[in-house]
């Protein structure tokens, strides 16, 4: 065995060795590559997961805005026409005819007028001269103010321990917190 055998044998021991190890080399960036590719198709998986629900809770919370907007006008348009009833009924009771604007006048006095009470009536209202004629205004003795007052129609009694505001506006103030629910299932069914 001579030197240019010992030479060849390491040149090809070497030739083998670099050759295994290119083999184990490409084999091993297969794998990292198949385990890239397999980590990357998981976090595309998971990335498309995230976005489709993402994209749901955004179109949901779109769609529940809508739907309060949406409950918001129709809310709106229901107080709207409401006000229109009670501003129709306030029109109507400014405008009764003389016995019937008397006598809810008299009613409202034999329930809720004390003795000594002073009668100040709406500075529009246009029969005080009318509900002076009562009896009830007699028989508690009750005064009648000079000056009108600014309300919507009716009256105010003012009295020792308290007034009462029973002007036309203030009668429907209440009707409409005592009814409102009912007009409103009524008109909107």
């Known amino acids: 065995m001579g030197i240019e055998n010992i030479v060849e044998r390491i040149i090809s021991d070497a030739e083998k060795s670099a050759e295994d190890m290119i083999s184990a080399a490409r084999e091993k960036a297969g794998e990292v590559i198949a385990a890239a590719e397999k980590h990357a198709e998981r976090n595309r998986v998971g990335t498309e997961a995230e976005l489709k629900v993402k994209i749901k809770s955004i ?3 779109k769609a529940a805005t809508a739907r ?29 005819d003389r016995r019937e604007s008397v006598l809810i006048a008299e009613r409202l006095l ?80």
């Open 59 to 61: 179109n949901d919370g």
């Open 68 to 96: 309060l907007d949406s409950a918001k006008i129709l809310l709106a348009e229901k107080r709207r026409v409401i006000d229109t009833v009670y501003e129709k009924a306030l029109e109507k009771l400014i405008a009764l």
């Open 110 to 189: 034999n329930a809720y007028a004390e003795e000594g009470d002073e009668i100040v009536f709406a500075a529009n209202y246009k029969f005080a001269q009318d509900v002076a004629k009562l009896s009830v205004v007699a028989e508690k003795k009750l005064k009648i103010a000079i000056k009108g007052a600014d309300v919507d129609g009716g009256f105010i009694l003012r009295g020792e321990k308290s007034d009462k505001d029973l002007s036309y506006g203030a009668l429907l103030s209440l009707d409409r917190e005592a009814h409102q629910a009912e007009i409103a299932k009524r008109f909107f069914k």
